[in-house]
């Protein structure tokens, strides 16, 4: 049932209050009509206390008056329409499509707020995701229903990265398998950029994009991956597919949260965030998860910048608690020109041995992905001893690890914007750098692996 209330009092930036309002529930979709114009403007209710409602405008607040404005409530919270028709479809930060063809036919509308699984429900993450990138796939390995943030920084690629993940990713075992892809607060050509790289390459036909570009409104920022995580979960628990959700850039999404927080004259937590970040945050990350009973999965690739490059900034920190690992992108890597510059020895991921072993990726891969980690994490360590002493000082097998450590940046680390290996050739890969190192040195890798694996 529809109320419509003349009383708005007071508005102040995206927030409005209504007064005098009866029986209005919390997330509850608001229509403004301004005097003078045709459009209604769309909002939703943020606090409703008796009496009292704090309304947050979706549309720019410019031109808004308080006087001969009305509020009409609508009764039902926000919902996206989703069918199977939305693959290969590009919507904007609202579920509106932004590609030129008609409006989808819903099967059914769904609340974007979602709800949070039964733990008792979740089945555990354990079968394997291939990215096509070698130190995702061996060192940091995906696994269905994981989520992986990954940390970059300002002005390092990590749109590139996502879209390649998104291009490259699949499962090996024949599952239906799908991407949804939301941008947040991204400029009007990072947007361009996504959506041709998905049109040219193909991988639009498998995938579901949200695209909210810098000008929208800061509010339509926070609904944007909720509308992704609606549309990736009825594709995973209605229709039986693998989702790898893909979210860029969720440090954007975060000052859209602070911006909102210091509109409602909120007291600020830590660097001017609302208190309730790592809440609202584990709202999205939660989201991620496979359920008993159902054979599709949703897994989840948050990226976010680091403001200043800082890992303990409160973004990074929370999201870090949240999430099972991170996949860390390096300044100086990117300073020499090695693409993607994946930081190996700070990234992790925590389900890793859960996606590897013979029935999955291949016998060896845990012993390669061990030797290859502690080789490098020592070839570095002589590198800075031999700043300090002089290459002279170092011995045979110290000269070994160096230059282990500069072939693994050059050969293992880079890799082609296009190249997508497959995780037996970054095992083959790996074998083959190994061969630097003196054999007495290989210490993680059993024995009757070398001699299959290490061809000379």
Request: overall charge negative; aromatic content about 8%; some cysteine.
């Amino acid at each position: 049932m529809q109320k419509e209330y003349k009383t708005i009092t007071s508005i102040a930036g995206p927030l409005m209050v209504v007064e005098g309002v009866e029986g209005i529930k919390y997330e509850e979709l608001v229509e403004i009509q301004i005097p003078g114009e045709e459009n209604v403007r769309l909002g939703k209710v943020l606090e409703a206390s008796e009496g009292r409602a704090l309304v947050q405008l979706f549309e720019s607040p410019q031109g808004t008056v308080t006087e001969g404005s009305k509020a009409r409530f609508l009764g039902k919270t926000m919902k996206l329409g989703v069918s199977s028709d939305m693959l290969g479809r590009v919507f904007n930060g609202a579920g509106k499509p932004i590609d030129g063809q008609p409006e989808i036919i819903p099967e059914k509308e769904l609340d974007i707020s979602g709800s949070a699984i039964n733990p008792f429900s979740r089945d555990y993450p354990n079968d394997f995701i291939q990215t096509g990138i070698s130190t995702i796939d061996c060192l940091n390995t995906l696994v269905r229903g994981q989520k992986l943030p990954v940390f970059s920084g300002a002005g390092l690629p990590h749109n590139r990265i996502a879209a390649m993940i998104a291009r490259q990713a699949k499962v090996n075992d024949g599952s239906d398998f799908a991407v949804v892809f939301a941008a947040m607060g991204v400029t009007f050509e990072e947007a361009q950029f996504f959506q041709s790289e998905f049109e040219k390459t193909g991988a639009i036909e498998k995938a579901v994009l949200f695209v909210n570009t810098a000008d929208d409104p800061v509010v339509e920022r926070i609904a944007t991956p909720r509308f992704a995580l609606t549309a990736a979960e009825y594709l995973a628990y209605e229709k039986g597919m693998h989702v790898l959700v893909i979210l860029t850039d969720l440090t954007n999404y975060a000052e859209a949260l602070r911006e909102v927080s210091a509109a409602r004259k909120e007291v600020p937590g830590r660097r001017g965030y609302p208190g309730y970040l790592y809440t609202d945050l584990a709202t999205l990350y939660e989201r991620a998860g496979r359920i008993k009973g159902r054979t599709g999965s949703v897994t989840q690739i948050p990226i976010l910048t680091m403001p200043e490059d800082d890992i303990t900034h409160p973004i990074p920190d929370l999201t870090g608690y949240i999430t099972e690992g991170q996949f860390v992108l390096s300044r100086e890597l990117h300073r020499k020109g090695i693409f993607p510059p994946a930081d190996v020895l700070p990234s992790l991921s925590r389900l890793k041995d859960k996606g590897i072993g013979p029935d999955k990726t291949r016998e060896d891969h845990a012993g390669v992905m061990n030797q290859l980690y502690a080789s490098y994490a020592r070839g570095k360590d002589v590198r800075e001893l031999a700043v300090i002493l002089g290459e002279a000082a170092l011995d045979e097998v110290d000269r070994a690890y160096m230059k282990f450590a500069t072939e693994f940046e050059d050969k293992y680390i880079r890799q082609g914007e296009y190249e997508d290996r497959d995780i037996k050739k970054s095992l083959d890969l790996g074998w083959e750098l190994l061969k630097i190192l003196p054999k007495s040195e290989l210490k993680r890798v059993k024995e009757e692996h070398i001699e299959k694996y290490m061809k000379d």
